[in-house]
């Protein structure tokens, strides 16, 4: 039976002989690093080159029927594991040094691992959760291409796509309780369905998507399988709450006053095209804003409502978009006209500090008196 760590240490000799400068790590990662290896069972191990030239290493064959892939990683990819912006986090965290080229490339790696503590700690707990929503946006491709196909019978599809939908609703589940798989997909259930923080019909909806036959159910499952997790994901957020509003309004007026005389601009020149393009965008941010400022996290685009839009329209600001007239833009420049009014008044009311002076002495003073109190 072969012994596949004597073909690791074969192509250490390769290494050692042909490349001694070019490679810094190898190492070995997967079911034997996990003592769950059988008779089939190739060796999972990579390398990371040191130069360009250590790339050439790399190498796919085929010994006593069992197939090995001597693949190069590089120290950006590897970083990339370890930060938890590439999936194959396990391959960084849970695998085995077979060769070091130096000291300092020894220590370089274990930085790495001491990278995915930090990523796990409390103090990371919003960048994760971000990291976890921003997988939520990959998953709507493959919601999109389901909900509009027409050909219902071809089950092919339907399991290709919900295949997407599936491994990134998962992925992001791993990032919301802040760890990852230890084992490839197929392999980690066990460790899936015990994390904390998972949606409540998770493994019925993972059932009804890998075994259905039926195209409808597959979608609907891979469809509430998203919302439930969406739920989860915004849910922690709601948790991140931190800031006051004044310190998340800072500055917002100032700079959002300058699209605002934009479009009053574009009103008064007729110039509709601007208006279009001002006025929709400007609504949208500073409903954004104020969605942030009260909640403490900004809206998510995934969610087909108008939770943003409701504060906006609660405090009684002017809705901009329904103005937009390409006849007549006179009503629009009135409602950014109040518009502008209202948010600078909204504002003072919440003590957020507005930099608005009369003249430049005013200014000045101001300046005097920052530099005085830094």
Not at 2 to 10: E, G, M, R, S
Not at 107 to 121: E, G
Not at 186 to 204: A, D, F, R, T, Y
Not at 320 to 341: G, I
Request: with cysteine; charged share 25%.
């Amino acid at each position: 039976m072969l012994n596949v760590f004597d073909v690791a240490q074969t192509l250490i000799d390769y290494v050692e002989k042909d490349y001694p400068e070019e490679i810094a790590i190898i190492a070995y990662y997967g079911s034997y690093a996990q003592g769950t290896a059988t008779k089939r069972s190739d060796l999972d191990f990579f390398f990371i080159p040191a130069t360009s030239k250590g790339f050439q290493a790399s190498i796919q064959f085929i010994i006593d029927g069992i197939s090995f892939d001597f693949w190069p990683i590089s120290w950006e990819r590897a970083e990339r594991m370890a930060s938890f912006q590439d999936e194959k986090t396990t391959i960084v965290a849970d695998s085995k040094l077979l060769y070091v080229r130096s000291d300092e490339d020894r220590q370089r790696f274990v930085k790495l691992r001491d990278t995915i503590s930090t990523m796990q700690s409390a103090e990371n707990v919003q960048k994760m959760v971000e990291k976890a929503e921003s997988e939520l946006h990959n998953v709507y491709v493959h919601l999109y291409k389901m909900g509009r196909a027409s050909d219902f019978e071809n089950i092919t599809f339907y399991r290709t796509e919900a295949h997407g939908v599936l491994t990134k609703v998962l992925q992001s589940l791993a990032l919301l309780n802040r760890t990852y798989y230890t084992r490839g997909f197929g392999k980690n259930k066990g460790q899936i369905l015990s994390l904390p923080l998972k949606p409540v019909h998770l493994e019925q909806l993972m059932e009804t998507i890998m075994h259905s036959d039926l195209s409808t159910d597959i979608l609907q499952a891979c469809e509430k399988l998203t919302e439930e997790t969406l739920k989860l994901v915004l849910d922690q957020k709601e948790k991140l709450y931190c800031a006051s509003y004044p310190d998340r309004m800072k500055g917002f007026y100032e700079e959002i006053k300058g699209v605002l005389d934009k479009i009053i601009t574009a009103c008064e020149t007729n110039d509709y095209d601007t208006a279009f393009f001002s006025a929709v965008h400007v609504q949208d941010v500073i409903a954004a804003f104020l969605f942030f400022a009260e909640t403490g996290h900004w809206p998510c685009d995934l969610k087909i409502d108008s939770s943003s839009l409701d504060i906006y329209k609660r405090l009684g600001f002017p809705e901009l978009v329904p103005m937009l007239n390409s006849h007549d833009l006179s009503q629009l420049q009135t409602a950014v006209e109040r518009l502008s009014t209202l948010l600078k008044k909204h504002l003072r009311t919440k003590e957020v500090e507005i930099n608005c002076f009369e003249n430049i002495e005013q200014f000045t003073a101001f300046l005097k008196e920052r530099e005085g109190s830094a």
